[in-house]
Each structure stands twice: as C-alpha cells, then as structure tokens.
Nanobody
Framework: QVQLGESGGGLVQAGDSLTLTCAASGRTASRNVMGWFRQAPGKEREFVAAIDWDTVRTAYADSVKGRFTISRDNAKNTVHLQMNSLKPEDTAVYYC???????????????WGQGTQVTVSS
C-alpha cells in the first residue's frame, strides 16, 4: 500500500507560479512512478505530468509542457509540481497518483491522493 497526500494548492492570479507537493508513504513508495492529474468541474480527470522512480524519464501533457516541471526527492518520498505562468484554464483539483508501471493513462495508477484545489483568476 502507498498513501499519498497533496499540499500547496491555493488561489493565484494568471501568470503567477505555484508549487504542489505530494508526500508518499508506504513500503515501496520510492520505487513507484509518480504522476499528477487534474480534474476541472464537469470534465474528466486528465493527465498532467509523470516522473519515473529514478527521475530520468518524465512526461507532460501538451497543455502544460514548458510551464510545469515535475520532480521528486526519493530520500524524502516527495514529488513536486512546479507550475509557472498559470492560466485560468489550469483551474482544477490536482491529484497525486502512483503506479509501479510507467505510463500516463489514468487506469494505470493504483494509488491516489485526496486532491488539492488550484484556482487561477484572470
């Protein structure tokens, strides 16, 4: 079992930056692929970014590429999502997720956090 908890969400203005943090715990937490997903009201939960356990491989949704950066600290069992140049369309609940297999599809992720709200005003 892996337990995940997100923090760092909030209300910001367009163009601002925000960093989300996911704290993971559990026996194999540091060996999992970690991902960030988001869900806006009335929309499907969508992939945002993922990072492999050794931090060599990363992936981003086209909508955030160049603005968001995912990183992880295996010694602290934390994953971060640095979000720059935020836009109103980035408004959503952001979820941290974990999977033992590499991928960006939602169904691959076995463990999920409770989510943190990010609201970007125009």
């Amino acid at each position: 079992q892996v337990q995940l908890g997100e923090s760092g969400g909030g209300l910001v203005q367009a163009g601002d930056s925000l960093t989300l943090t996911c704290a993971a715990s559990g026996r194999t937490a540091s060996r999992n692929v970690m991902g960030w997903f988001r869900q806006a009201p009335g929309k499907e939960r969508e992939f945002v970014a993922a990072i492999d356990w050794d931090t060599v491989r990363t992936a981003y949704a086209d909508s955030v590429k160049g603005r968001f950066t995912i990183s992880r600290d295996n010694a602290k069992n934390t994953v971060h999502l640095q979000m720059n140049s935020l836009k109103p369309e980035d408004t959503a609940v952001y979820y941290c997720a974990a999977t033992p297999r590499w991928g960006t599809r939602r169904y691959l992720y076995d463990y999920w956090g409770q989510g943190t709200q990010v609201t970007v005003s125009s």
